[in-house]
């Protein structure tokens, strides 16, 4: 079983940057594919980025490519996700979700444990 905790989120103006963290507990981080969602009030859980259990490969939405970049590090048991050049519609609570195997999926179902999720907001 995995224990995930994000941290990170805050407040903060248009066109600045996050980064957002997510420690998981136990020694088996690296056999599970991680993945960041967000849920804005009134819409439905989204994918925002992917990344496979060695950290090898990584997928951003092109929606959100050139903003966001997933990482991980096996060592520390912590995936990243870098937010730059935020916007006010990134407002949401971010989630990070873990996946047994070795890749990520877009569709929540696909993931057997969730953090608590953190708070991100964009001023104008």
């Known amino acids: 079983q995995v224990q995930l905790e994000e941290s990170g989120g805050g407040l903060v103006q248009a066109g600045g940057s996050l980064r957002l963290s997510c420690a998981a507990s136990?020694?088996?981080?690296?056999?599970?594919?991680m993945g960041w969602f967000r849920q804005a009030p009134g819409k439905e859980r989204e994918f925002v980025g992917g990344?496979?259990?060695?950290?090898?490969?990584?997928y951003i939405p092109d929606s959100l490519k050139g903003r966001f970049t997933i990482s991980r590090d096996n060592a520390k048991n912590v995936v990243y996700l870098q937010m730059n050049s935020l916007k006010p519609e990134d407002t949401a609570v971010y989630y990070c979700?873990?996946?047994?195997?070795?890749?990520?999926?877009?569709?929540?179902?696909?993931?057997?444990?969730w953090g608590e999720g953190t708070q991100v907001t964009v001023s104008s």
């Open positions: 136990g020694r088996t981080f690296n056999t599970y594919a």
């Open positions: 990344i496979t259990k060695s950290g090898g490969s990584t």
């Open positions: 979700a873990a996946r047994r195997g070795t890749y990520y999926k877009l569709t929540p179902r696909e993931y057997d444990y």
